[in-house]
């Protein structure tokens, strides 16, 4: 089963507008939460994550959101740039794991339109 | 400066035969990984470590087998190479317990024809 699920796979905005990517767990033991962004042909690169003990995390033009108890966090960046496009994907670990593996979700390909 | 580096970065084999793929750091990270890319499933983890003789299965382990014998290096080897196999294969490494990010390298695009 899929444990982390972004449901849209893709995801277009204009240059400047806010960008929101979303991802749902349905596994309750997960307590660290990760966005990582990738282009192609390279690798994921961590951008930003989030501690269960918090529900907003932010860094620059990234800010990360955590809804507990409805199992949900966002991405938001704002303002958006034609250079963030690129596939989100949202990754989370659980409180008994150690060595932070890491479950991943299908990814967002987000595309901004200059 | 520290990296995680991947070879070979393409290549192409035959249903059946063998392959290794390898995967090292210089960051000396505990922890190793092993995940592949596949279009509408995102990344999988197929076999981790947490240090030197340790090795742990993923979620998606049949078919592949990995050995840590040093800190640096966790070498991925497809036993029989299957069409099933052919993905994007990207190793990673992190360091501490838990609540850290893990590093990529730059992948492996695998096809078996």
């Known amino acids: 089963d899929q444990q982390v699920k972004q449901n849209s796979p893709s995801l277009s905005v204009q240059e400047g507008r806010i960008s929101i990517l979303n991802c749902d767990y349905t596994n309750s033991m997960f307590d660290y939460f990760l966005w990582y962004k990738k282009y192609p042909a390279e690798g994921p690169t961590f951008l930003i994550s989030i501690s269960s003990i918090k529900d907003k995390n932010e860094d620059g033009r990234f800010t990360v959101f955590l809804n507990k108890s409805a199992k949900h966090l966002s991405l938001h960046i704002v303002p958006s740039q034609p250079g963030d496009s690129a596939v989100y994907f949202c990754a989370a670990s659980a409180i008994q794991t150690s060595g932070s593996r890491l479950t991943f979700g299908e990814g967002t390909q987000l595309t901004v339109n200059p | ?113």
């Open chain 2, 1 to 113: 400066d520290a990296e995680i580096t991947q070879s070979p970065r393409h290549k192409i084999t035959e249903t059946g035969r063998q392959v290794t793929l390898a995967c090292h750091q210089t960051w000396n990270h505990n922890n190793m990984f092993w995940y592949r890319q596949d279009l509408g499933h995102g990344l999988r983890l197929i076999h981790y470590s947490y240090g030197v003789q340790d090795t742990n299965k993923g979620e998606v382990s049949d078919g592949y087998s990995v050995s840590r014998s040093n800190t640096e290096d966790l070498p991925l080897t497809l036993e029989s190479a299957a069409s099933s196999q052919t993905s994007v294969y990207f190793c990673a490494s992190s360091f501490g317990a838990k609540n850290t990010e893990a590093f990529f390298g730059q992948g492996t695009r695998l096809t078996v024809v």
